[in-house]
């Protein structure tokens, strides 16, 4: 497998990190984005520990201009991006009665607008080099919708609308854009919901487990890779067998 840069939006969550380490033990030199300082250097400290090589860039995934500007400083400092994951995401959890403008725009901007933002700046080079990968993290509530989540099922949604028409424009070009639908993954989020109530998500995953983020992780590696040429568009669901379509 050739050695590539790879850049992932929102790295340092559960899925994120694992999805950086997948992709480091690869070979891959990998740059993830942060929004806030904090965090980052106990993250990196983590990365070299498990002996994986990573960067980090502080970035405002909802900016454009300020997504443009870290592609330009990766290219400047490490070289032109080959593999892009676009896993950044929040959530603002309400019914739709009680949900306010203001969390809608925030869900959108963060778990949508920041795919345009991050592949914008990307693209065209991995058209110009003749290889690509474009990597969309979506949801299983993306596929099937969720009380309470019209906004991030909504995001969702619209990010395997954006893979299915970018994969058209650059399948002949070397590019291939794909989307991953996790469903409910063993991350510190999850965990940290009530065990009662995780139970009651457990008993609707046939597999009768939650998923594990090393498994995104090894399907982002091989949508990574060269062996991976021939699919694109595709909505790639890693859920236990919770819901097909």
């Known amino acids: 497998m050739a050695k590539r840069i790879a850049l992932v939006s929102g790295g340092m969550g559960g899925i994120g990190t694992s999805i950086c380490k997948a992709l480091a033990a690869a070979g891959h030199t990998v740059v993830t984005t942060y929004s806030k300082p904090g965090k980052e250097q106990a993250w990196l400290a983590d990365m070299k520990e498990a002996g994986y090589q990573a960067y980090a860039y502080q970035c405002d995934v909802t900016d454009t201009a300020a997504c443009q500007a870290m592609v330009e400083k990766i290219t400047q400092d490490l070289g032109p991006v080959d593999i892009l994951v676009n896993n950044a995401g929040i959530t603002r959890d309400a019914t739709f009665k009680r949900l306010t403008k203001d969390d809608w725009s925030a869900v959108i901007s963060t778990n949508l607008d920041s795919v345009f933002n991050m592949t914008k700046p990307v693209l065209d080079g991995m058209v110009d080099r ?68 995780r139970n009651k998500i457990i008993a609707q995953i046939p597999v009768g487990r939650l998923g594990k983020p090393e498994e995104i992780a090894g399907l982002v590696t091989y949508l990574s890779s060269d062996v991976s040429g021939f699919m694109t568009g595709a909505n790639l669901a890693i859920n236990g067998g919770q819901h097909t379509m």
């Open 130 to 197: 003749g290889w690509g990968r474009v990597i969309n993290i979506s949801s299983i509530n993306g596929q099937k919708g969720q009380f309470g989540q019209t906004n991030y099922s909504a995001a969702k949604a619209g990010m395997h609308g954006f893979t299915m028409a970018l994969a058209q424009e650059v399948a002949k070009k070397g590019v291939t854009v794909n989307t991953i639908s996790p469903g409910y993954i063993a991350t510190d989020m999850v965990m940290a919901v009530p065990e009662d109530v």
